[in-house]
């Protein structure tokens, strides 16, 4: 069974501050889409990364794919309230099933 | 327009009501999605339509049943539910299933059985 654990479960800093998660599998993916939802709201999708040691930036959130697709990293420089949310790593499973594999999720505050 | 809409944003309902869910995406997208998420949690995988067909049921209870009129909407027919199936409801779609697509998820419906 393919799982994606992500760390850390929840993080509450102050704006400004950097910070990184992680999404963790001993499963190899041929992509992960990382996520965004608000409460009450559905999940919006903020990047897709597709090749070994891929890095995609969009603003201020850094996202990098590992060399081996196992794994995935997001860091945001200086955050900000408008960046509170659940932030949720989705892999796409390399053969058969083409059921997305959803992360455990990071429940991220940014505190003004 | 990467846009999937789903009405009711929000439904009560009693465990003898019936009602239905419906979602609604004009990107061309061949491949549709209902998911159920628990709060705290990640979604979780309930039905997938592939050029209208149901191709995937992930062991759902029969009172959810659901449907595919046509390639832009997807319905999602409720009876008889239980207080348990209370839950947001995301539809998502995709421009086709596999996974070099990416999945487009709807703002969700807020279920509450009472």
């Known amino acids: 069974t393919q799982l994606l654990e992500q760390s850390p479960q929840f993080l509450s800093i102050q704006e400004g501050e950097n910070l990184t998660v992680y999404c963790n599998s001993s499963?190899?993916?041929?992509?992960l889409q990382w996520y965004r939802q608000e409460p009450g709201e559905g999940p919006v999708l903020l990047v897709t990364v597709v090749t070994g040691g891929e890095v995609k930036k969009l603003k201020r959130l850094t996202f990098q794919f590992g060399d081996a697709r196992k794994d995935s990293s997001l860091h945001i420089t200086a955050a900000q309230p408008g960046d509170t949310g659940l932030y949720l790593c989705a892999g796409a499973p390399t053969s058969g099933t083409y059921k997305y594999i959803f992360g455990t999720g990071t429940r991220l505050k940014v505190l003004a | 327009d990467t846009e999937v809409t789903q009405t009711p944003k929000h439904l009560v309902m009693g465990m003898t009501n019936k009602k239905s869910l419906k979602c609604e995406q004009h990107?061309?997208?061949?491949?549709m999605y209902w998911y159920k998420q628990k709060a705290k949690k990640p979604p979780e995988l309930m039905f997938v339509y592939s050029y209208e067909k149901l191709s995937i049921n992930e062991s759902v209870p029969s009172r959810f049943s659901p449907e595919c009129p046509n390639s832009s909407l997807l319905n999602l027919h409720l009876h008889a539910l239980q207080p348990e199936d209370s839950a947001l409801y995301l539809c998502?779609?995709?421009?086709?299933?596999?996974?070099?697509?990416?999945?487009?998820f709807g703002p969700g419906t807020r279920l509450t059985v009472t």
């Open positions: 499963s190899v993916f041929s992509s």
């Open positions: 990107m061309g997208h061949r491949a």
């Open positions: 998502a779609s995709s421009q086709e299933t596999g996974s070099a697509y990416e999945q487009y």
